[in-house]
C-alpha cells in the first residue's frame, strides 16, 4: 500500500480511467484521481443493513491529507453510534425537493434568496447585486406571470423556445432575452439541487439586439437639457431631471447614477467611489467629478427629503430604506425625449453620447482613456487581472481631464442659443 502524503498526491495525474489509492493509516478512507485531474477524498464504510456505501469528503487540495483523516476518524465514530451519514444526505435532499417544490416560481425564488444571501455562486463567485436586481426584475415581471405555475418536469425545449418566440414577435426583444436569461439560471440551479436531470435551455434562442449606435446631437443634448430643469412640467421629480443630467455629465450607468449612496461622495476631494458590489463588471470604479457633477451631487443632496436615508436618490415611495428605480428614470427620459422632439432616444445613448464626444477631434480622448472613464471591464488575462490589482487608482488624473473637458463643452453646448 502506498504512502501517501500531500506532496505525492499533488504530483498525482490524471489518467484514462479514475485512480483510487486507499489510505495507509486511516480504514476506508479513499483519494481518488477523475481523467479530468479533479481530485478529492472519499470514505467506504458499511451501514447497519450491511451495504456499502461511499461518502464524499471534499476536493484536493481544499482539504489536505491530515484533514481528510480527521474527517474519516469523525465519520467512522458516527458510524458505530448509528449514523448513516449517506443515507441522511439523501433523505435531506429530498426534503429540499419538497419544500421548494417543483414550479418554475418557487424553485425561481429559491434561486434568487440563495443567490442574494451567497449560498449560491453559479461561476464559483457572488455576482453582483446589481445585475441580480435586473434579472429579479425579469423574474417577477416576465417570468413568474408567464410560466411561474408550470412544473419542472413540464418544462420542454420547445415550451421554453416558445415563448421567447412570443415575445420577440411583440417587439420586446429585450423581455425575450431577460427571460430565456432567467429561466436558464432557474434550471441550472434546479440541475445543480439535482432537482432537474439536465437544463432545457440549452439549446434555446433568443433573437440579438439590433446593433445600436444612436448619439445624440448638440441641439438633442440642448433640449433634454433644458426640459430637465422644469421637470414638473415634464410630470416627474427634481430628483430624476438631476440623476439624467449626472448620467450626461459623467457618463456612468443609469442605475449607478441612480442607486447611488451619500458616503460614496467625497465632494472635497471631487471624486466618486462605486463599490464593486454596485458595478456590472463586478469590480470598483473611482469617477473623478468635474466641478459641474459636484455641482449637481450638492443640488441633489439638497433635495433629499429623507435625509436619513443612505442614498444619493431616495425613493419617495419604499417603505423602507431604498434608491429610487432605475427603470423609472428611463421611463422619465423617454417620456421627456418624445416631449422635446428627440426621436428614437433612450437614457442609456447619453453614456454613448459622452464617449463619442470625448474620442472626437473636439476633445481627443484616446479610446484607453474613454475606457476607463466608462469603468467598462479591463482586460480578463491573467497578466492584466494581476496588474490591475495594483493599478487600481492610476489614471485619475487622466480620467479627470477627460471629464473637466467634457463638462465644459456640454455647458457650452446648453447655453448656445440655437
Known amino acids: 500500500m502506498t504512502k501517501l502524503s500531500d506532496k505525492y498526491l499533488r504530483g498525482l495525474k490524471g489518467a484514462q480511467k479514475a485512480i483510487e489509492i486507499r489510505d495507509d493509516k486511516e480504514p476506508g478512507l479513499i483519494f481518488r484521481v477523475l481523467p479530468s485531474g479533479h481530485k478529492g477524498w472519499s470514505c467506504r464504510y458499511k451501514d447497519a443493513a450491511g451495504k456499502h456505501r461511499r461518502k464524499t469528503i471534499g476536493p484536493f487540495p481544499g482539504i489536505g491529507l491530515s484533514e481528510a483523516r480527521d474527517r474519516a ?48 455562486k453559479p461561476k464559483g463567485k457572488p455576482r453582483a447585486a446589481s445585475t441580480t436586481r435586473v434579472d429579479l426584475g425579469y423574474f417577477h415581471n416576465v417570468v413568474a406571470p408567464t410560466i411561474g405555475d408550470v412544473p419542472l418536469t413540464e418544462l420542454n425545449k420547445q415550451s421554453v423556445q416558445s415563448h421567447v418566440d412570443r415575445l420577440a414577435d411583440m417587439g420586446t426583444v429585450s423581455q425575450a ?58 410630470g416627474f421629480g427634481s430628483a430624476y431631471a438631476l440623476i439624467i443630467r449626472i448620467c450626461a455629465v459623467t457618463g456612468q450607468r443609469r442605475a449607478e447614477v441612480a442607486e447611488a449612496e451619500l458616503n460614496e461622495f467625497d465632494l472635497d476631494q471631487r471624486i466618486w467611489h462605486i463599490p464593486a458590489t454596485r458595478r456590472k463588471t463586478n469590480a470598483a470604479h473611482l469617477v473623478p467629478l468635474s466641478d459641474l457633477a459636484v455641482e449637481l451631487v450638492r443640488k441633489s443632496i439638497q433635495l433629499r427629503r429623507n435625509t436619513k436615508s443612505a442614498f444619493l436618490f431616495p425613493s419617495p415611495r419604499s417603505e423602507s430604506d431604498a434608491p429610487v428605480s432605475a427603470d423609472v ?60 490589482v495594483y493599478d487600481r487608482h492610476n489614471y485619475v488624473a487622466q480620467k479627470r481631464e477627460a471629464l473637466d473637458a467634457w463638462a465644459a463643452l456640454i455647458s457650452q453646448i446648453v447655453q448656445k442659443n440655437p
Request: hydrophobic share 40%; aromatic share 6%; glycine share 6%.
Open 329 to 388: 428614470v428611463s421611463r422619465c427620459f423617454a417620456a421627456l425625449a418624445a416631449d422635446v422632439e428627440v426621436k428614437n432616444a433612450r437614457l442609456h445613448d447619453l453614456r454613448r453620447s459622452v464617449a463619442t464626444n470625448l474620442t472626437s477631434e473636439r476633445i481627443g480622448v484616446s479610446r484607453q482613456i474613454v475606457s476607463f472613464v466608462l469603468g467598462h471591464a479591463a482586460n480578463s488575462s491573467v497578466g492584466a487581472a494581476a496588474t490591475a
Open 177 to 234: 432575452r431577460g427571460f430565456l436569461k432567467v429561466v436558464r439560471q432557474i434550471l441550472a440551479y434546479a440541475e445543480y439541487r439535482e432537482l432537474l436531470d439536465k437544463n432545457v435551455c440549452k439549446f434555446v434562442e433568443a433573437s440579438d439586439y439590433d446593433g445600436r449606435d444612436r448619439v445624440l446631437t448638440d441641439e438633442e443634448l440642448r433640449r433634454i437639457w433644458k426640459a430637465t430643469s422644469e421637470p414638473r412640467a415634464m
Open 73 to 120: 476518524r469523525k465519520l467512522r465514530v458516527n458510524i458505530a453510534d448509528g449514523a448513516n451519514p449517506v443515507a441522511e444526505e439523501q433523505e435531506a435532499k429530498r426534503a429540499e425537493r419538497e419544500n421548494l417544490g417543483r414550479t418554475i416560481g418557487t424553485v425561481g425564488a429559491a434561486y434568487f434568496r440563495a443567490t442574494l444571501t451567497g449560498r449560491h
